[in-house]
C-alpha cells in the first residue's frame, strides 16, 4: 500500500476519513457480535434492544460510506492503489453490514429462546466456542485492514474452514438431539439459526480479508479455495 | 476486459537515446508498438515523452545539433526509422502527427487534406476528391465540412480544426499516427469526439500518443508506458498499469502522489 501523501492533501484527507469510517463501523459490528453471544450466553435479552438500535447505526453508515466512496471516483478518479482502496472498502462494508444483521439474527433468536423459557445449556459450550472464534475473525479482518496486513487477512481466511467445520458438528448434534427428544425441535431449530447466523459472520470475515489482500496486493483470491490464502 | 494475446509489432525502440546538444533526453529506450493498438505516454512535463514521440518521424531532424543513438525499427519491412539513409519525408508520409493545438495550413479545408497527397505529387482532381473524402470521414468530420470544402480551415472551431488536422494525416495513408497531447485545447465534448475517432482509427492504424490527461491515457489506449526524466519505467497494458503498477514511480505518478 502506498503510504506517500498525495498532491492533492484533500484526497488523502478524503481516504483517511473513508477508512476511519470503516473502522468506527466494523467497530460497531464488532460490539453487536460481541453483544449478541454475551446475550446467549447469561440470558440478559435487555441487550437485544440495543444490538437492533447498533444495527441502524451500522445501515447508516453503510450508506454513508458508499456515498463517500461514489464522491471520490466522481471527483479524483482514484487509479492504481487508491482504486483498489475505494473499492475494497465499498465491499468491505456491505459484509460488515451483513455481519451486522447476522448479529441482530443471533439477537432476536436469544430473545426467542430465553423468552419460552427454554435455556440452551447443552449447546452452551459449542455455541460459545464457535461464536468466539468468529468473533476473532471479524476482529482479525478489521485489524488485517486496519493496518493493511495481507498475512492477518490470510489467517483470518484459513480459519474460516475451522468455522465451518465446528458449525457443521453442531448441526450433527442439534439433529441427533431432536431425533431423540422431540420436544426440543423449536428450541433446536433457533439454536440452528444462531449457529447459522454464526457461521455467517466468519464468511463475511474472510470476505473482508480477501478485500484487504485485493487492496494490497492487487489480487483477486475469492473464489478460489483456501489455498490462494496460504 | 483482457487483451489475450501479444499482437503484432509495428514499430519497436531499442536502445534508443536522443541529445539536445549535450542534454541527454532518452535514456536507452527499449519498447515495443503494438500493430493497430493505442499505446499511451505518460509522464511529467519534461519527461521525455513528447521528445519520444517526435523521433518516429524524424521531427528533432529540423533542427541542428539534435542526435539519435540507437534504432527505431519500423514494421513490416524492419526499417530502422533513425538510420541516416531513410528520407525523413518519406517516413512522414508513413508515420502522421496531430499536434497539441489545431495547427490548420492557411488554405481551404479541401486544401489541407490534399496538402499531403499533392507534395507526395498526386495531381489528378478525381483522386484527390475521393482521398480528400476517404480521409474527412475517417476523421468523422465529413458531414460538418462536406457543403463547405473551399472554405478556409481557420473559420471552423477548434475541435473540428483538430478532426481536420487528423483527416489531414490520415490523407496519406499512414500506418502510425502520433498524437502530441491531442486535446488539451479542447472542451470536453470536442474531446468526447477526438478519443472516439482515437477508437476507430484504432481499427485500421497503429495509434502512439502523448496525453497529460491520465484518464484519458486509460480510456483511450490498449497499452501504456509511464516516462520518467527520460527513462521509460514502466510499459504494459492499460489495464493492468491503471490497477496494479510494478513500479512504486508509476504508481506514485498515476495516484497523484508525485512531488
Known sequence: ?230 | MQIQETPALKAEARNLNFFYGENKALKNINMPIYDKKVTALIGPSGCGKSTYLRSFNRMHDLYPGNRYEGEIRFFPDNTNLLSADVDPIEVRMRIGMVFQKPNPFPKSIFENVAYGLRVRGENNRRVLDDKVEHALKGAAIWDEVKDRLSELASNLSGGQQQRLCIARALATDPELLLFDEPTSALDPIATGAIEELVHELKKRVTILIVTHNMQQAARVSDYTAYMFLGEMIEFGKTDEIFIKPQDKRTEDYITGRMG
Open chain 1, 1 to 230: 500500500m502506498n503510504e506517500s501523501v498525495h498532491l492533492s492533501s484533500q484526497f488523502d484527507e478524503d481516504l483517511s476519513r473513508l477508512r476511519t469510517h470503516v473502522l468506527q463501523m466494523g467497530g460497531l459490528v464488532e460490539t453487536q457480535v460481541s453483544a449478541a453471544i454475551d446475550a446467549y450466553a447469561t440470558g440478559e435479552i435487555a441487550s437485544v434492544k440495543s444490538i437492533v438500535e447498533t444495527d441502524r447505526r451500522v445501515n447508516e453508515l453503510e450508506k454513508a460510506i458508499d456515498d463517500d466512496c461514489a464522491h471520490i471516483i466522481a471527483k479524483r478518479q482514484p487509479t492504481a492503489s487508491d482504486l483498489r482502496l475505494v473499492l475494497g472498502i465499498s465491499k468491505i462494508v456491505t459484509d460488515l453490514e451483513r455481519a451486522g444483521d447476522e448479529a441482530k439474527k443471533i439477537a432476536k433468536g436469544v430473545r426467542r429462546i430465553y423468552e419460552g423459557g427454554h435455556m440452551p445449556s447443552q449447546y452452551g459450550v459449542g455455541i460459545r466456542h464457535l461464536a468466539e472464534a468468529a468473533l476473532s475473525m471479524i476482529r482479525q479482518a478489521l485489524d488485517a485492514f486496519a493496518r493493511l496486513d495481507t498475512e492477518l487477512a490470510k489467517s483470518v481466511i484459513r480459519a474460516d474452514t475451522d468455522v465451518d467445520t465446528e458449525f457443521k458438528s453442531i448441526i450433527r448434534q442439534l439433529i441427533t438431539h431432536m431425533m431423540e427428544d422431540p420436544r426440543t425441535i423449536t428450541t433446536s431449530i433457533d439454536i440452528i439459526t444462531i449457529a447459522r447466523a454464526i457461521e455467517r459472520i466468519g464468511d463475511h470475515a474472510k470476505n473482508v480479508s480477501e478485500q484487504v489482500i485485493y487492496v494490497v496486493d492487487g489480487r483477486d483470491i475469492r473464489h478460489m479455495g483456501k489455498e490462494a490464502a496460504q
